[in-house]
Nanobody, 116 residues
Framework: VQLQASGGGLVQPGESLRLSCAASGFTLDHYAIGWYRQAPEKGREGVSCMTSSGVVLYYADAVKGRFTASRDNAKNTLYLQMNSLKSEDTAVYYC??????????WGQGTLVTVSS
C-alpha cells in the first residue's frame, strides 16, 4: 500500500508542471486525497484536497486559479496541474490519503523548483 508522487522538476516562472500521485494496494477513489507542499525552511502547507467522490474541497489561497486537481480512476492516479508557476511555489510536493479524519499514508514527495 503506497502513494507515489512524481512529475516534479525545474521550471522557469510562468511555466507549468503536472504532478501525479499514483496509488498502489488500494483504490484511490475510495478516499480523500490531499496535496501538501513544504518549502525550504518552512512548515508543511495544504495545497488541495479531493474527496472520494471527486469534489475538490479547497485550494490554498496561494494557488487558487493556477492549480487544478483531477483524478483518473482507471489509472488510480491523482493529478495536480500547476500553471503560471512562481518562485514561491518551490517546494517538495506530497500526496496523502485521508482515512478516519487523518492523513495516514504519505507519498515520498516530488521536488518542484521554479527559478529563472
Amino acid at each position: 500500500v503506497q502513494l507515489q508522487a512524481s512529475g516534479g522538476g525545474l521550471v522557469q516562472p510562468g511555466e507549468s508542471l503536472r504532478l501525479s500521485c499514483a496509488a498502489s494496494g488500494f483504490t484511490l477513489d475510495h478516499y480523500a486525497i490531499g496535496w501538501y507542499r513544504q518549502a525550504p525552511e518552512k512548515g508543511r502547507e495544504g495545497v488541495s484536497c479531493m474527496t472520494s467522490s471527486g469534489v475538490v474541497l479547497y485550494y490554498a489561497d496561494a494557488v487558487k486559479g493556477r492549480f487544478t486537481a483531477s483524478r483518473d480512476n482507471a489509472k488510480n492516479t491523482l493529478y495536480l496541474q500547476m500553471n503560471s508557476l512562481k518562485s514561491e511555489d518551490t517546494a517538495v510536493y506530497y500526496c496523502a490519503k485521508r482515512e478516519k479524519g487523518a492523513f495516514d499514508l504519505w507519498g515520498q514527495g516530488t521536488l518542484v523548483t521554479v527559478s529563472s
